[in-house]
């Protein structure tokens, strides 16, 4: 079924799994825990004992170690989810034969959220480990000249994301929680803190630019600045009556939403 020319398949002789699981064997090794002291009032008086110290208890067998690094392997090289490699291994007799399966197995390897425990068991330094070795083996088949590697070209464009406007109806929604809540932390009284009308404007202006609706959305972001507004006034009168510290913190969140 597999042509053994296939890059996988010429990659899956070339790895070298002994050194690579050599190591990474540290990072697997069970955790020796410090645990913690009390202090414990028995019979005999008062006594330090120290809880939850040793070895970290023997838990399932681990998944076959070249399994689960090469999940992490295709998982980047494909650019698949966690869910999204543990489908497609399901199904693609080349992943399988990559991974060290001698029969083709149509079923998962493993619950996706083992490849997230996996990656952060092993850390950056594993990570890193694995690029080291596979850059050695595409050396070695001289598939990457050694000249290719002494320029490093890293992009460093920037692309903002999700940057909202300063009359965004979220951020006019934040600004309202963001007022709110310190208040009552410092126990000011405010007559009323919209949160049921701001969660509904806040709805209300999203469905409309949803469906480019621009004239209808003004409406309830002109209500979502009056409320703003009420706020802010209600707690300037209030906030002469408090303390220093807290009054500096308040007046910073009312410069903000200001």
Partial sequence: MIDLRHPLGVLASQFPWQQIE??????????????????????FGSQTVVLGAGLSNASRPRLPFRLMVLLL??????????GGVVERWSETPTWQYFSGMDYFEHRAPCDP??????RKLIGEEGVEELLAKTIAVAVNLKLISKKALETVVVDTTVQPRAVA?????????VCRAKLVGPAKAAGMALKQTFAKEGKTLTRQALEYAHVKQFRRMKKP????????????????????TLAQSIKDMLQANLTKAQ
């Fill in 113 to 118: 959220g083992l490849i997230g425990k996996f």
């Fill in 22 to 43: 050599a190591s990474l064997a540290k990072q697997l090794a069970r955790k020796v825990k410090v645990g913690r002291s009390i202090q414990e009032v028995g019979l």
């Fill in 73 to 82: 392997y295709l998982k980047h090289s494909y650019n698949e989810s966690d």
């Fill in 221 to 240: 972001l002109r209500r979502q600045r009056t409320i703003v507004e009420k706020l802010m006034r209600g707690m300037q009168t209030k906030i002469g």
């Fill in 165 to 173: 406007h300063p009359t965004d109806s979220r951020l006019l929604e």
